[in-house]
Structure formats: C-alpha cells, structure tokens
C-alpha cells in the first residue's frame, strides 16, 4: 500500500492514503436536515487511526450534493440563467439587493444559498415583472412608517 508523504491532522502518523468510498452524511442547511450521498468521492484515510480528510475538490461535490439534496439551483445554473439576461454578477446583486460578493459565491460555488434566497433567484429568473420592480427605485424606497429607535 502506497502512503502519501504527509501525516495524519488526527494523529500525526505517516499512514495516510488516498482512497475513493461512498460518503453519506447528515447535513443541515437552512433549518432542515439532508442526508447527502456522494457514491464514489476521492478521499484521504489515514490507516492508523481511521480519520478521513476531504481534500477541496470532494468539499466541492459534497456542496453540490447538498444543493441537488435540497432542490437548490447549482452555481452554473445561476451563471447562465443570468448570462442569458444579459446581466453582469454586479447588476444581479443590485437587483436582489444583497452584496456582491454574496452573490458571487452563490455562482463560484464557494457558498450554498438558503431557500428563500433560492426561491427570489428562481422568480427574478423567470418572471420579468419582478425584475422590472426591483429595478424601480420605489422597490428600494424607505416606507412611510416612522423608524422606532
């Protein structure tokens, strides 16, 4: 058996290879809980005490198995759902009124979004009033109720 040149995080021996499993894990997201099956995910075990490691890119397939497990849209759907509105990353964000850097993890993959961040996505995707709303500055107008302080 081939070891890899690296120790254990766990307990620090030199018995750490790389190996490929059914991952099946509990996850929670957005207040319900997932179970996440990834079949055939490349992983480092390390032989002495059993720990498992997931190197990035099997962080990556497990972010995308929670996504497909909650029914949310992946990050290429969300690239050229808005690429085929002819909107930058920017006038997105502008338009859900949130940062743009939240917005661009949700299309880099580097964040999962919640449900009813899943659900505006989706209706400004597919419903053009909503984006003509959000576009108006009256969507971002102040109401006429008195702030409480």
């Given at each position: 058996?081939?070891?890899?040149?690296r120790n254990c995080p766990n307990?620090?021996?030199?018995?750490?290879?790389?190996?490929?499993?059914?991952?099946?894990?509990?996850?929670?997201?957005?207040?319900?809980?997932?179970?996440?099956?990834?079949?055939?995910?490349?992983?480092?075990?390390?032989?002495?005490?059993?720990?498992?490691?997931?190197?990035?890119?099997?962080?990556?397939?497990?972010?995308?198995?929670?996504?497909?497990?909650?029914?949310?849209?992946?990050?290429?759907?969300?690239?050229?759902?808005?690429?085929?509105?002819?909107?930058?990353?920017?006038?997105?964000?502008?338009?859900?009124?949130?940062?743009?850097?939240?917005?661009?993890?949700?299309e880099t993959g580097g964040q999962?979004?919640?449900?009813?961040?899943?659900?505006?996505?989706?209706?400004?995707?597919?419903?053009?009033?909503?984006?003509?709303?959000?576009?108006?500055?009256?969507?971002?107008?102040?109401?006429?109720?008195?702030?409480?302080?």
């Amino acid at each position: 058996m081939a070891y890899l040149p690296r120790n254990c995080p766990n307990c620090r021996e030199k018995r750490v290879r790389e190996a490929t499993e059914r991952y099946e894990v509990q996850v929670e997201h957005d207040g319900r809980t997932y179970v996440v099956v990834v079949p055939d995910l490349a992983l480092l075990i390390c032989d002495a005490c059993g720990n498992r490691v997931l190197p990035p890119e099997a962080d990556d397939r497990v972010s995308d198995a929670i996504r497909a497990a909650a029914g949310l849209l992946a990050p290429a759907d969300i690239v050229n759902k808005r690429l085929s509105l002819n909107l930058t990353p920017g006038e997105m964000a502008e338009l859900l009124k949130i940062p743009e850097p939240v917005y661009s993890r949700w299309e880099t993959g580097g964040q999962i979004q919640q449900r009813h961040s899943d659900l505006l996505l989706r209706s400004l995707f597919e419903v053009p009033e909503l984006r003509r709303f959000l576009s108006t500055p009256e969507s971002t107008a102040q109401s006429d109720h008195p702030q409480v302080a």
